[in-house]
């Protein structure tokens, strides 16, 4: 079964587990509520679907996306600099789900894109059905704590 491209971003990242997605998809404003400080301003916002980076509609600019497209990439892990210096910053940002994208192409490179896409599906639904997200803390249908360090177990 061939999973939709579009949940992997460029960087490595695994957009079905973003907070805004599973907040809009979810109509659940509680995934945003759980993010860091730096998200503050959306507390309040209206649900706004992000579209991932692999649309057209973006919100401002990404270098990680940029070099990606120029070379004609599927994400960074083909890149024959992987993982170079901004791949490398944007990893060890300190923000949390940053810190899974270089682990999560190297998860890519050894076992395939459909595979992470499906490991990624699973481990980012919690036993009640319910979507996840990268800063929730207890799922926001049973309250189940969960434990999503990284996103990106082994």
């Not at 491209?5 to 490595?12: F, I, R, S």
């Not at 926001?140 to 360090?149: F, I, P, Q, T």
Request: charge should be positive; charged fraction near 25%; proline fraction near 3%.
């Amino acid at each position: 079964m061939t999973r939709d491209v579009n949940l992997l971003a460029y960087c490595g990242l695994y957009c079905g587990a973003c907070s805004f997605k599973v907040a809009y998809d979810e109509k659940n404003p509680q995934h945003i509520k759980n993010m860091p400080s730096k998200y503050d301003q959306y507390q309040n916002a209206e649900l706004e679907f992000c579209p991932g980076c692999r649309l057209d509609n973006q919100r401002g600019a990404c270098k990680i996306r940029n070099c990606a497209i120029s070379k004609d990439l599927t994400n960074c892990g083909e890149c024959i600099d992987f993982p170079c210096a901004i791949l490398k910053e944007f990893n060890y940002d300190g923000m949390l789900h940053h810190a899974g994208c270089i682990p999560n192409l190297i998860m890519i490179k050894e076992k395939g894109i459909d595979y992470f896409l499906d490991y990624q599906e699973k481990y980012w639904t919690c036993r009640c059905g319910a979507k996840t997200s990268w800063y929730l803390q207890n799922c926001a249908k049973c309250n189940e704590k969960l434990d999503h360090s990284y996103g990106n177990k082994k």
